[in-house]
């Protein structure tokens, strides 16, 4: 499970899924990443075995093309994750803050000796230095509605049971 974990939010995975607030083709997203149409297609393959996105295909003026949307069970792992981060990182930087209070109140009640403190001061400090500067940056965004999302969509009428153009 952690290696899935692992896998679904690697900085690659999570940079595509922040690009997914609209459908993408691979050659977009590879633009946009500045990464190969091959390594794109890796990450999407994956994504897709997973339920993370699906693909949607467009039928235009030229030849057919190939986009990419993320799921509602993407989504909704990713609104989670986000949720999970956004609580882990409060609820830490929080509690190093009262342990430094506590800490200052254990200098000046003599628990603690002045080096002992400065030791403990020093960890605490380099700890809540961590967090300030891991600054989550999480790509989730609510992405379309439900109607953007579902079946097939076509840039202009075609006549599916002749297979021509309108």
Known sequence: MVSTINSLTS?????????LNTPKTPDEIAASLNITRQGVDKQ???????GIVEKKWFIGYNRP?????????GEKFYKGLDEFVTKFHNDGKNWLIEKLKSLDID?????V???KYREQKAEVEST??????????FPFRKIGDESERK??????????SAGRQK
């Open 65 to 73: 093309k190939v986009e990419f949307f993320i799921t509602e069970l």
């Open 128 to 137: 809540l230095k961590w967090f300030n500067i891991c600054e989550r940056e």
């Open 113 to 115: 000796s002045p080096e």
């Open 151 to 160: 079946g097939y969509y076509f840039s202009q009428d075609i006549d599916l």
């Open 11 to 19: 900085s690659t995975k999570m940079s595509i899924i922040g690009l």
């Open 107 to 111: 200098l000046m009640s003599g628990k």
């Open 44 to 50: 999407l393959k994956e994504l897709q075995s997973y």
